[in-house]
């Protein structure tokens, strides 16, 4: 089974249109979504769409880390996907037997991540030019120190592998995606499928 962990955050506009994009995936799935103190209408929604809701406790340090370490907690599958909320996998039964069957092939494979693409509905070359430099940086890391970078819109690992680094470094604030496959790389593989591509929706680029 693969267990899929969404960290959201005042999320309500998007999280049921990300959460039943795995309604159509025909390999056994939970969806867990994972609230980090949200104040809209999240919780309930998630609650309502997803297998299960995990809210932070009030006092918790709020965090993307936290969140997707909250949700890992409580996850059933022998691999545990991390999704940002405006993560969109296309062909998604392709996608993950694709993905699958790299695992199947290589036990020694702990971490996998894909290109990750602009959703072609918002694109526009400045967003185009961003997200090539992403996966530039990305095979450029890959080639230099031999293992697969990750960007939180998609990671997908073993879930004993993940349990075994500990999980998401929470002190971290930012590249705590990049540290945990440099960290899994310690005693396994981790790759990136070029074959794979997720779309991100740009947003905060374009508030930027």
């Known amino acids: ?16 249109a990300t959460v039943k994009q795995f309604a159509a995936l025909r390999e056994p799935h939970e969806v867990i979504v ?9 919780v309930k929604i998630a609650q309502a ?12 340090k709020r ?36 993905a699958l069957a790299r695992f199947k092939k290589d036990p020694g494979l702990l971490g996998l991540s894909c290109r990750v693409e602009v959703d072609p509905g918002v694109r526009s070359f400045c967003y185009w030019l961003i997200f090539v430099g ?34 998401f470094n929470e002190l971290l604030p930012a590249a705590e995606d990049m540290d945990l496959f440099r960290r899994l790389s310690k005693n396994g593989r981790t790759r990136i499928a070029w ?11 374009h508030q930027l």
């Open 49 to 60: 769409c997803a297998d299960q809701c995990v809210v932070m406790k009030a006092g918790e």
């Open 195 to 205: 074959d794979l591509v997720v779309y991100h929706s740009g947003r905060r680029f």
């Open 34 to 42: 994972s609230d980090t103190l949200s104040t809209d209408g999240t």
């Open 63 to 98: 965090g993307v880390s936290r969140g997707r370490n909250n949700g890992a907690r409580v996850a059933k599958g022998e691999f545990i996907v991390f999704l940002d909320n405006d993560t969109k996998i296309p062909d998604i039964n392709i996608f993950f037997e694709k």
């Open 134 to 167: 992403l996966n530039v940086f990305f095979a450029i890391f890959f080639s230099l120190f031999g293992y697969g970078a990750a960007a939180g819109k998609f990671m997908m690992m073993r879930t004993d592998a993940f349990k075994k680094t500990g999980g």
């Open 1 to 16: 089974m693969i267990s899929i962990v969404i960290p959201v955050y005042n999320e309500e506009k998007a999280i049921e």
